[in-house]
C-alpha cells in the first residue's frame, strides 16, 4: 500500500465525518474532530507533507477509529 500524503489523509477525515477545529498555535497542524455518541474523537494532522511515515499513519488511525482498510478506502 502506498502511503499517503497529508491532503488525502484529510480528505478521507473529511469523509468520514471529521470537521477541522482550526490550526495550532505554531501552524504546523491542524486539528479535525468528530463527535460521537460515547465522547468526541480529535485528531491532529501535520499539514504539506508528500508521505506520511507508517507509525504516524497507525497512530492517526487509532485516533480516528477506522479500521486502516476504511481509512485507505476513503483516501483512495
Same mark, same amino acid.
Given at each position: 500500500?502506498? @502511503? $499517503?500524503?497529508?491532503?488525502?489523509?484529510?480528505?478521507?477525515?473529511?469523509?468520514?465525518?471529521?470537521? /477541522? %477545529? #482550526?490550526?495550532? !498555535?505554531?501552524?504546523?497542524?491542524?486539528?479535525?474532530?468528530?463527535? @460521537? $455518541?460515547?465522547?468526541?474523537?480529535?485528531?491532529?494532522?501535520?499539514?504539506?507533507?508528500?508521505?506520511? /511515515? %507508517? #507509525?504516524?499513519? !497507525?497512530?492517526?488511525?487509532?485516533?480516528?477509529?477506522?479500521?486502516?482498510?476504511?481509512?485507505?478506502?476513503?483516501?483512495?
Amino acid at each position: 500500500m502506498a @502511503l $499517503p500524503s497529508s491532503d488525502e489523509v484529510i480528505a478521507a477525515l473529511i469523509k468520514d465525518g471529521f470537521h /477541522p %477545529r #482550526g490550526k495550532s !498555535r505554531g501552524g504546523s497542524h491542524q486539528v479535525f474532530r468528530k463527535e @460521537l $455518541p460515547g465522547g468526541a474523537r480529535t485528531v491532529p494532522i501535520i499539514l504539506g507533507k508528500k508521505e506520511i /511515515p %507508517r #507509525g504516524t499513519l !497507525r497512530s492517526w488511525i487509532r485516533l480516528a477509529g477506522p479500521t486502516a482498510t476504511h481509512l485507505a478506502a476513503l483516501w483512495k
